[in-house]
């Protein structure tokens, strides 16, 4: 820019005439005052918005690494440390984190006291996960530099995953096989693991699956019983009541047969049990069955920890939650999460489109129109809990109140609709995020060419043909930017949701095998409420607080992957209209 | 009321040799409180070329689209006076406009195919209309193309994109987009005025051969193309018709002054 503003005087000097000096002097003074003047020249504003467009990319560069970091280290298996206090006593726990603090100086002894406060009162501690709450009623410990005497990784140390109580820290005293004491010995101990899990596995089965299903059959005769007692009297219903009764004794001795098959598994499972001793000596003896995964975590390989690694990752999104959502897997929530979007998606996209469509192609423009456009465009401002209270009040207690009234009244006093669940929540995030929607379709269809919808109406196509034909192809890739941006809205968002039907855990999903097999009036689990319930709301916070960032590291990939699918398919249909067809 | 009947667009074909097919009586326009056309007076004769001539914002482009009605999309717009298609009153009561569009093709400034293949940019028109028979659609794709000169170049990728062709062949798609639904009037705004020289010839050429079988009326800037392509022209100036008479007598002998101005160059 300078260079170019000194070049110039030389080349007006030649274009003028040679004989007016005095007037050449004048141009020449006013260019150069021109260069040298830098806030006309714009450049400290560059370097602000610059700075500024840095600094944005930088905090969300290093938010995305940090949940990143975190999510992808936590299912890494860590070495688990034994620590010998200087009052004596011995504790084993894998280090979490560490960090400085300033002790309680009267209490300490004169020579580590001397120590600290040459260090301006500060000291350094470190957290471990002891583990074992059942024996010790904490998780944690913190244990200062100054209290440490020796660290040590002893090899006989394992770290135990168990199915109630949490991680246990410790070694293997001994097992016992089929009723029978014996040593420990790796091979037997891992296969009998395999078998009793996979006991474990078949009683969750037939308790889930089949008594599952005769409960639900015994609820519904029930249910069928007070309808016909509701519909028809009770002298009426009398013979349909005896027959559904029969059908109930039925069930119940089905419902029998498999009880006991469930404690004969159970039994068994009582003789196959493990012996495991924490550090300081004390011991414990659960069944192998209890045991979800273990491993000798400071002597094995690298191999192996990747086998673990990637096994905790595949749990977690697979199996169901369990201590309180702080171990086992998130998949109700992924579950629930994607369910409620699509669902979000499949009311607000007609919705919203046609909206739009008679905003901006058939209403008369003018002052009603605007008015009614600036209320859309201030809907997208308002707080998301004032669509969850909305939410709560018409939708599920005076719509879902409705419903039930009309068509659920053998259940009643337990509402169906008329609570929290699925629908609702969708509606009412549809209704968050469909201003979103109207904006950008209102856009699309604005940036299509007059002369399209000329050339259309001139060929002696109707004003609805010319829409429907020629306008929303051309204006597709455009609504469909704006039902992803929707959809990134709606998948984020946690605060309506926790009025209208998000819960901590569900007890089944939105969707099963059982008529009609989409249950809309269900409540869900969502990863947005499952980090803020896991990493505060649970009773052991730090036990929560990894599960924090992988859940966020899930959260964002799934949204990520919902709007790129999103965009490959309007990239599709971008390609499918421009060659097109009716 | 009075419903004009149109025949179906597809069969009708008697076009008798001369006379006026479309006449224009005493018409005005304003556009909410500024009148743009003023008294226009007008007979296009069948099978032959009209051109519009005049400088910019003179109305000529107005007064085409009142011609098919196009103009009802602009708010605020108002009329007064007669245009009539074989004595039915256009803008009378009760008038399909529909099927009033139908009958006149039009072929706008700048090319404007939709993005669709170039058969459907084609079969469009009768698409819209309700015909699905393979067999029509395959044939009238055929004869618009050949009608608008277009064939042999893109028969073999009937099936790909219309926006894939160049500027010349997309204005002569819209002409074969035009005369697909067999028009009795061909309306052309300004229809070179987006192209190079050599396409502005081909379409010229066409305009030569389409004559006879449609009436074309046209709007032009360039008063070259006027005298080289018309049979009759008109010369409008600020909203108001000042002279129509067969190109020849406008161009070479006008009886206003003001059309010798324009046609000599001394003004717009």
Redesign the interface.
């Known amino acids: 820019m300078t260079s170019l503003n000194e070049q110039m005087p030389p080349a007006s000097g030649a274009a003028g005439a040679a004989g007016v000096a005095a007037k050449d002097a004048v141009k020449r003074r006013r260019v150069r005052r021109f260069s040298a003047d830098l806030s006309a020249a714009g450049e400290p504003a560059l370097w602000g918005f610059g700075g500024a467009l840095a600094l944005g990319i930088i905090l969300i560069a290093g938010f995305l690494m940090m949940v990143l970091y975190n999510g992808a280290t936590t299912f890494w298996p860590k070495p688990i440390d034994r620590i010998e206090l200087s009052d004596g006593s011995v504790i084993a726990g894998v280090e979490r984190r560490g960090t400085i603090f300033r002790p309680d100086l009267p209490r300490l002894d004169p020579e580590i006291r001397a120590e600290v406060e040459a260090n301006d009162g500060f000291a350094y501690r470190t957290l471990y996960q002891t583990a074992n709450f059942d024996l010790y009623g904490d998780d944690f410990q913190w244990v200062a530099d100054f209290e440490t005497e020796s660290v040590s990784q002893p090899d006989d140390f394992y770290y135990f995953e168990r199915q109630t109580w949490g991680v246990f820290v410790g070694r293997i005293a001994g097992m016992q096989i089929a009723g029978q004491s014996m040593d420990y010995d790796p091979t037997v101990f891992a296969r009998e693991q395999r078998a009793a899990r996979a006991r474990f596995n078949e009683i969750r089965q037939i308790e889930r699956n089949e008594i599952g299903r005769l409960n639900h059959l015994i609820e519904r005769e029930r249910l069928n019983q007070r309808r016909a007692l509701l519909r028809q009297g009770e002298e009426a219903a009398a013979p349909e009541i005896a027959a559904s009764q029969e059908r109930i004794a039925e069930l119940q001795a089905e419902f029998q047969v498999l009880q006991a098959r469930v404690n004969e598994i159970r039994a068994l499972d009582q003789s196959y049990r493990v012996t495991l001793e924490e550090v300081g000596g004390r011991s414990i003896e659960p069944e192998i069955s209890q045991i979800v995964r273990f491993f000798p975590a400071n002597t094995i390989g690298f191999t192996d920890k990747l086998g673990i690694y990637f096994s905790r990752w595949w749990e977690f999104v697979s199996t169901e939650p369990r201590e309180a959502n702080t171990q086992g897997g998130v998949l109700p929530a992924i579950f629930g999460t994607v369910a409620m979007t699509l669902l979000m998606v499949v009311f607000v996209a007609p919705f919203g489109v046609i909206t739009a469509l008679y905003l901006r192609e058939y209403a008369k423009?003018g002052r009603i129109t605007s008015i009614v456009r600036i209320s859309v465009n201030n809907l997208a401002g308002v707080p998301s809990i004032v669509y969850g209270v909305f939410g709560l009040g018409f939708f599920a207690y005076t719509m879902g109140g409705t419903i039930d009234q009309l068509f659920y009244p053998e259940s009643l006093p337990n509402p169906t609709f008329g609570k929290g669940g699925i629908l609702w929540a969708s509606l009412t995030l549809a209704l968050l995020t469909v201003p979103v929607v109207i904006v950008a379709t209102e856009e699309a269809l604005a940036a299509v060419?007059r002369?399209?919808?000329?050339?259309?109406?001139?060929?002696?196509?109707?004003k609805w043909?010319t829409i429907r034909?020629?306008v929303l192809?051309?204006a597709l890739p455009g609504i469909m930017t704006g039902m992803i941006l929707a959809m990134a809205r709606g998948a984020g968002e946690v605060a309506p949701l926790m009025l209208v039907g998000v819960v901590k855990l569900a007890p089944a999903l939105p969707i099963d095998g059982f008529y009609p097999f989409i249950h809309l009036d269900r409540s869900f689990m969502h990863l947005g409420f499952h980090i803020f319930d896991v990493g505060f709301q649970s009773r052991n916070s730090e036990a929560g607080k990894p599960m924090v960032f992988v859940t966020t590291l899930l959260l964002l990939s799934l949204i990520v992957a919902m709007n790129a699918t999103a965009i490959i398919v309007r990239n599709r249909l971008k390609r499918k209209?421009?060659?097109?067809?009716? | 009321m009075d419903t004009i009947e149109f025949e179906p667009?597809s069969y009708h074909v008697k076009k008798s040799a001369d006379g006026p097919c479309l006449s224009i009586e005493n018409f005005n326009l304003w556009y909410g409180e500024s009148q743009a056309l003023y008294d226009c007076n007008m007979e296009i004769q069948k099978g032959q070329v009209t051109a519009l001539i005049g400088p910019s914002g003179c109305g000529k482009s107005t007064l085409l689209r009142c011609l098919?009605r196009?103009n009802d999309?602009v708010?605020g717009l108002r009329i007064d006076g007669r245009i009539t298609v074989d004595g039915f009153d256009i803008y009378g009561k009760g008038v399909d406009v529909?099927?009033l569009?139908?009958r006149?093709?039009?072929v706008?400034q700048?090319p404007?195919?939709?993005?669709?293949?170039i058969y459907?940019n084609i079969t469009?028109?009768l698409?819209?209309?309700g015909v699905t028979k393979k067999s029509i659609l395959d044939e009238t794709v055929e004869r618009a193309l050949q009608q608008a000169a277009l064939w042999k170049e893109v028969k073999d990728r009937l099936?790909?994109?219309a926006?894939g062709l160049s500027g010349g062949q997309q204005q002569r798609l819209?002409i074969a987009?035009?005369v697909a639904?067999d028009p009795e009037v061909l309306l052309m705004d300004e229809p070179c005025s987006a192209l190079d020289p050599i396409a502005t010839a081909r379409i010229e050429e066409l305009i030569e051969e389409l004559k006879g079988t449609y009436s074309i009326v046209m709007v032009t800037h360039s008063m070259a193309q006027a005298a080289r392509v018309s049979d009759n022209t008109a010369f409008m100036y600020l909203g108001r018709l000042i002279e129509f008479g067969d190109t020849e007598t406008i161009f070479t002998n006008p009886k206003k002054s003001r059309t010798n101005d324009y046609v000599t160059g001394r003004f717009g």
């Open positions: 423009q060419p002369s399209m919808r000329e050339g259309s109406l001139a060929c002696g196509a109707s043909q034909y020629v192809p051309k209209y421009a060659t097109g067809q009716f | 667009t098919n196009m999309l708010d529909i099927a569009r139908k006149m093709g039009m706008f700048k404007n195919p939709f993005a669709m293949s459907d469009y028109p698409r819209v209309d099936q790909e994109s926006l819209c987009r035009a639904s």
